[in-house]
């Protein structure tokens, strides 16, 4: 029932900009912290930033504090990340997450998840 579809990954180039999507539908979206994450071949999931409720409050990762931006739009249950000065070490599969409640940036606290869409950025 709840599904969380991510869109508007692609390839670009390093310097560059976009914008990835998350669709959620079968939850209160708007009780819902979100949360974005990011994984690369062979590595670990890493926490990217998260959302309150409201989208008052916001948490980046130190590393692309300043380059991304993280939003909500509650009337059309759809979560933003804003990507800027895109640099190839963020290439990666971002994932979009929920969880009832506070924002967090443990992904063990996230009950649902999308599929992901893919970043890379080129050299």
């Known amino acids: 029932q709840v599904q969380l579809v991510e869109s508007g990954g692609g390839v670009v180039q390093a310097g560059g900009s976009l914008r990835v999507s998350c669709a959620a539908s079968?939850?209160?979206?708007?009780?819902?912290?979100m949360c974005w994450f990011r994984q690369s071949p062979g590595k670990e999931r890493d926490f990217v930033a998260t959302i309150s409720t409201n989208g008052h409050s916001t948490y980046y990762s130190d590393s692309v504090k300043g380059r991304f931006t993280i939003s909500r739009d509650n009337a059309k249950d759809t979560l933003y990340l804003q990507m800027n000065s895109l640099k190839p070490e963020d290439t990666a599969v971002y994932y979009c997450a929920a969880k009832s409640g506070l924002n967090s940036m443990r992904d063990l606290e996230y009950a649902y998840w999308g599929q992901g869409t893919q970043v890379t950025v080129s050299s």
């Open positions: 079968g939850l209160t979206f708007s009780v819902y912290a």
